[in-house]
């Protein structure tokens, strides 16, 4: 079956850089009417919405990542990105995509880790 992957993750220092792919596979687009999104949870805590954007490029994001965090697709609408500037150690989580109006099914995410 067709699941979403999530890639980049990884071991940075404090205000270091990070950009995390999400794609489908099998290859396909992952957009339709509804928007994408990345999420993120943390150890001992909720699962949390960190940036989303639609089909036709909206963004929006969460006021912790706001001014850091980049999120994009490309234009076949096959690969979404978050480009994550400026981490900080509370940036440590799992993060997943997946649709911004979400069901009960997660891939198994990319671990980042903001650590000095």
């Known amino acids: 079956q067709v699941q979403l992957v999530e890639s980049g993750g990884g071991l940075v220092q404090p205000g270091g850089s990070l950009r995390l792919s999400c794609a489908a596979s099998p290859s396909r687009s992952i957009f339709s009417i509804t928007a994408m999104a990345w999420f993120r949870q943390a150890p001992g805590k909720q699962r949390e919405l960190v940036a989303s954007?639609?089909?036709?490029?909206?963004?929006d994001y969460s006021d912790s990542v706001k001014g850091r965090f980049t999120v994009s697709k490309n234009r076949a609408g096959t690969t979404m990105y978050l480009q994550m500037n400026d981490l900080k150690p509370e940036d440590t989580a799992v993060y997943y995509c997946?649709?911004?109006?979400?069901?009960?099914?997660w891939g198994q995410g990319t671990q980042v880790t903001v650590s000095s």
């Open positions: 954007i639609t089909r036709l490029g909206s963004t």
């Open positions: 997946n649709r911004l109006s979400h069901g009960d099914s």
